[in-house]
């Protein structure tokens, strides 16, 4: 008897520092959201930005053909994005509300993820670590697109490690899910998540290597009924150049964030934006002063 209570003594000590982390983590991202929406509109509107308010005013209208004719990316947030219109009503705030919830649920994404792989400590470290970057606290005061991204990856990749582990294939499932989603969100998506992805089959499942890639069809299944409705609107929009615009908005996304990111390698362009601290102030401009 003794021992069943210093066991089950020791199974909840153990349950309070895991929930200790997770109440932790909560409070963070509580803080981080409020420190957000009290700044939410002060900052002026971005070019991405005119894209996803356009086309959730459209939809909110009724203007469905407008919407699918002046359609430049996936669909996915701007459905959010009329949605968050049709309870809230026509706003900028309301606008950028998405990307705000997004970048919440990114933080929870990474949190899980390295919960999952590593401890408590790690997965609070890393959530915060993310959070306190510059370029993505400025992302989650944007109604852009990056902050679902980054939700949908990490959440794919973290259904796809727990698949790995247990071969629950609906595990898999839910990773194709999240990767087709991602894709009506995003279209680099499942090219990110899917490098990954290969990747880690190579490294950690070498050894039966046949049997995943075999289990890896359903999940491309999945992923492909989702993306179908995506691709076909795409197709109606750009019709006879499908694949040449397709493949711009992939690469590019726009004349002026071409020009914008084309100053260094897209490696090194993305580290800088991610970590750079002056919202004013771009390295171009140092370069264009010598």
């Given at each position: 008897?003794?021992?069943?209570?210093?066991?089950?003594?020791?199974?909840?000590k153990?349950?309070i520092?895991?929930?200790?982390?997770?109440?932790?983590?909560?409070?963070?991202?509580?803080?981080?959201?409020?420190?957000?929406?009290?700044?939410?509109?002060?900052?002026?509107?971005?070019?991405?930005?005119?894209?996803?308010?356009?086309?959730?005013?459209?939809l909110?209208?009724?203007?469905?053909?407008?919407?699918?004719?002046?359609?430049?990316?996936?669909?996915?947030?701007?459905?959010?994005?009329?949605a968050?219109?049709?309870?809230?009503?026509i706003?900028?705030?309301?606008?950028?509300?998405?990307?705000?919830?997004?970048?919440?649920?990114?933080?929870?994404?990474?949190?899980?993820?390295?919960?999952?792989?590593?401890?408590?400590?790690?997965?609070?470290?890393?959530?915060?670590?993310?959070?306190?970057?510059?370029g993505?606290?400025?992302?989650?005061?944007?109604?852009?697109?990056?902050?679902?991204?980054?939700?949908?990856?990490?959440?794919?990749?973290?259904?796809?490690?727990?698949?790995?582990?247990?071969?629950?294939?609906?595990?898999?499932?839910?990773?194709?899910?999240?990767?087709?989603?991602?894709?009506?969100?995003?279209?680099?998506?499942?090219?990110?998540?899917?490098?990954?992805?290969?990747?880690?089959i190579?490294?950690?499942?070498?050894?039966?290597?046949?049997?995943?890639?075999?289990?890896?069809?359903?999940?491309?299944?999945?992923?492909?009924l989702?993306?179908?409705?995506?691709?076909?609107?795409?197709?109606k929009?750009?019709?006879?150049?499908?694949?040449?615009?397709?493949?711009?908005?992939?690469?590019?996304?726009?004349?002026?964030?071409?020009?914008?990111?084309?100053?260094?390698?897209?490696?090194?362009?993305?580290?800088?934006?991610?970590?750079?601290?002056?919202?004013?102030?771009?390295?171009?401009?140092?370069?264009?002063?010598?």
């Amino acid at each position: 008897m003794f021992k069943g209570r210093v066991c089950g003594y020791m199974d909840l000590k153990v349950k309070i520092i895991a929930n200790k982390w997770r109440l932790l983590f909560l409070g963070f991202v509580v803080m981080y959201v409020l420190i957000i929406l009290v700044n939410l509109t002060k900052t002026p509107i971005q070019w991405d930005e005119i894209c996803h308010l356009n086309s959730g005013s459209m939809l909110y209208m009724g203007r469905y053909s407008d919407f699918i004719n002046n359609a430049f990316y996936p669909p996915l947030f701007d459905v959010i994005t009329w949605a968050f219109f049709k309870i809230l009503g026509i706003s900028l705030f309301v606008a950028r509300l998405p990307a705000v919830l997004f970048a919440a649920l990114a933080l929870w994404a990474v949190f899980e993820i390295a919960y999952y792989m590593y401890n408590g400590k790690t997965a609070l470290l890393s959530a915060v670590m993310l959070g306190i970057m510059p370029g993505f606290f400025w992302l989650s005061t944007y109604a852009m697109l990056e902050t679902i991204l980054i939700f949908f990856v990490t959440i794919a990749l973290l259904f796809f490690y727990r698949w790995l582990n247990t071969r629950q294939d609906r595990m898999l499932f839910f990773s194709s899910l999240a990767l087709g989603l991602g894709f009506l969100a995003k279209y680099q998506t499942p090219i990110i998540a899917g490098l990954i992805i290969a990747f880690s089959i190579l490294v950690f499942a070498r050894k039966t290597l046949k049997t995943h890639f075999k289990k890896l069809v359903i999940g491309i299944t999945a992923a492909v009924l989702v993306i179908a409705p995506g691709v076909i609107i795409a197709y109606k929009v750009f019709k006879s150049e499908f694949i040449s615009q397709w493949l711009y908005v992939l690469q590019e996304g726009n004349p002026g964030r071409s020009v914008y990111s084309a100053r260094f390698p897209l490696p090194v362009f993305y580290l800088i934006e991610m970590v750079w601290p002056y919202p004013n102030v771009h390295l171009y401009q140092f370069s264009a002063t010598f």
